[in-house]
């Protein structure tokens, strides 16, 4: 039997045939969390539905995240209880029933300084957040001495230290949930296609029906027509709906950068969470490694390869060092990422202080714009850009389900993880490599371990990240939609920025294994390899530049691996590129 939900390279070019072919009732642009939360939102209501992403799923802002599923507690000193509430409900739902298998609990301990003020004042703020969460999947927060903190995180500056509060959020690994809602939208039947950008809009009588694309792989060119079009687009918003003659949202950026650092270097059982002077500083555990974030500074510059300063990662390493009792440097940054958040124009210039609420809007041509939100709050963000279009088909379309549908790997997870030891021997393997494959793909563990039976190298670990089964990297280009290296080592995994040298040990391996899945032959493996190593080489010389403009134009030194049709320039020799830093 086939499936449905596969991505792999046919069902792509099946995928671009349906949208050459066929009427859509909605076509979405856009392949984040809101695009493909869109798409499987309306798929699941029985409406077809067509989605193109310009570059990979999730390559924007949704991979880019502090990757937090929670309510914010910081929006309740903006009093903005309706949306912590709403985000909280989100949270429960996603860490019981639509991915259980991806959502994870995780402690943060809130270091008070002053002992009566703060313990009331944040105290009163976290028993809100527990309330508000009712019912609470996650454990209630705890009063906790200064002993008790520093038992639980010996990292801890004992200056000041008058106690702490904890209390727990969940976290998710934001891009390959991205991918989860895509593929259950692709199971719903939903026609989706990653390097296929907008470049314009079918107009007739001045209102829009469908998309005009150009397919970045070979630069055709496609007319993708629907009764309804729906702008996802995050940060590109005003980009994507001028082509559409303008209207509608206006959408700002603001860039907030995180840091990876290996897990010995703060000891600590509990993620921290602290304020500072423009945004708040989360320490997070992820897997081997710790990551910090964040902050919170406009952006205008490139809006597809943001770029972290030696500004922002002294700003925010100087953020850590004020809580922690040994200094971190910069030699022990293994990662940085960028990302942008897609801010509603709002009624301050601080862009902290703008909303994170999102919006929904219609231009004059009919194209439907959604932005702003949060990751948590993604599916409510797609039903009401689904529920809008549905307003304008014809006919009656059922309100939204996407709160009753699990996504891909969560049915019969539960079983999967209790059968979890009699997995590890079956398959001879250790029993943490079973539970972060079932932490990454939940009941599609069995998919990777039938290959790994089949073809016994792919069982073995992957050069240069061990962390991961060479599996992964075959499994990504031939279901996951992978379609170049970057894709893998960034999205899939996330080598890119778990790794010291950032990827570039594995990106051999990476590249065989991919190769054998989407027929690359020599020059193409060379490529791919070439422009990998530019983009890390790039990478770290705009972490080298004082500020947003030098580390900018650093970053865009290196061509996007996606270009054809564009103009593209060949990445540079990565040992001519000036490369440094971290
Ligand atoms: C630093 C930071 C930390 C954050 N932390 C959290 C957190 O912990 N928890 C939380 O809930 N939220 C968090 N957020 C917010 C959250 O990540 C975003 O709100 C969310 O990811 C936005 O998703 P999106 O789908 O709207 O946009 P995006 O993910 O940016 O998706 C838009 C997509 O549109 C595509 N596109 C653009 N133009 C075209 C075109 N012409 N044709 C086709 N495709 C196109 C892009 O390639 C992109 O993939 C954070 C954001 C940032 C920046």
């Known amino acids: ?98 991915c259980p298998h991806l959502v994870r609990p995780v402690p943060f301990l809130f270091p008070l300084r002053r002992p009566a003020i703060d313990r009331a004042w944040i105290g009163a703020g976290v028993l809100l957040y527990d309330w508000l969460a009712h019912p609470r999947a996650l454990p209630r927060h705890r009063h906790l001495s200064r002993r008790r903190c520093l038992e639980l995180f010996p990292s801890l500056r004992r200056e000041g230290l008058a106690g702490g509060i904890q209390y727990w959020d ?44 150009r397919c970045l792989e070979t630069g055709a060119e496609l007319e993708v027509r629907a009764r309804q079009v729906i702008n996802a687009t995050g940060v590109w918003t005003e980009r994507v709906r001028d082509l559409a003659g303008g209207g509608g949202l206006r959408v700002r950026a603001s860039k907030g950068i995180h840091l990876l650092v290996p897990r010995e270097r703060i000891r600590s059982e509990t993620g921290l969470i602290a304020r500072t002077a423009t945004s708040v500083l989360f320490v997070i555990p992820w897997k081997e490694t710790w990551i910090l974030g964040t902050t919170d500074t406009d952006w205008s510059l490139d809006l597809d390869h943001p770029a972290a300063s030696r500004r922002d990662i002294e700003y925010l390493l100087g953020a850590v060092n004020a809580v922690l009792a040994e200094p971190l440097t910069r030699a022990d940054v293994l990662g940085v990422y960028a990302g942008l958040r897609p801010l509603l124009y709002g009624e301050s210039d601080a862009t902290s202080e703008l909303s994170r609420e999102h919006a929904v809007a219609t231009a004059d041509s009919g194209l439907i714009s959604v932005a702003g939100g949060k990751y948590t709050t993604y599916r409510v963000m797609a039903r009401d850009a689904v529920d809008l279009a549905a307003t304008r088909l014809p006919g009656a379309v059922p309100p939204s389900c996407t709160d009753r ?140 530049q004082p500020d947003d403009r030098t580390a900018d134009a650093a970053r865009l030194g290196a061509p996007d691996v996606r270009t054809a049709g564009e103009r593209a320039p060949a990445p540079a020799a990565p040992e001519k590129q000036r490369s440094s830093g971290a």
């Open 1 to 98: 039997m086939g499936d449905d939900s596969r991505l792999g390279p046919e069902e792509r070019r099946r995928a671009l045939r349906r949208m050459a072919d066929e009427q859509f009732d909605v076509a979405i642009v856009g392949g984040g969390v809101t695009g493909c939360g869109a798409a499987l939102d309306a798929a699941t209501r029985g409406l077809s539905v067509a989605l193109l992403e310009k570059r990979d799923l999730a390559a924007g802002t949704s991979s880019r995240s502090s990757k937090l599923i929670h309510g914010g507690l910081r929006y309740l000193e903006q009093l903005q209880f309706g949306l912590v509430r709403e985000a909280l409900r989100e949270q429960t739902l996603l860490a019981t029933r639509l």
């Open 170 to 213: 969940a976290q998710v690994d934001d891009a390959r949930h991205t991918l989860a809602l895509a593929r259950s939208a692709a199971l719903h039947g939903a026609a989706l296609a990653t390097s296929l950008r907008a470049v314009g809009f079918l107009v007739r009588e001045g209102r829009v029906q469908g998309v005009r694309a």
């Open 405 to 544: 549908i699990p996504l891909l790997g969560a049915d019969g997870h539960a079983g999967w993880c209790q059968r979890a030891d009699a997995l590890a021997r079956e398959a001879d393997l250790p029993r943490w490599r079973i539970d972060g494959l079932l932490g990454r793909y939940g009941s599609r563990i069995g998919e990777l371990l039938a290959l790994a039976r089949e073809r016994p190298e792919l069982a073995l670990p992957l050069e240069g990240a061990p962390g991961y089964l060479r599996v992964e990297a075959f499994y990504a280009a031939a279901n996951e939609g992978a379609l170049h290296l970057d894709d893998v080592l960034t999205r899939r995994t996330r080598i890119s920025v778990e790794t010291r040298d950032r990827g570039v040990r594995a990106a051999g391996p990476v590249c065989e294994l991919m190769a054998a899945v989407l027929g690359w032959d020599a020059a193409t493996r060379a490529r791919e390899i070439a422009h990998y190593e530019a983009r890390v080489a790039a990478e770290r010389d705009s972490q080298e």
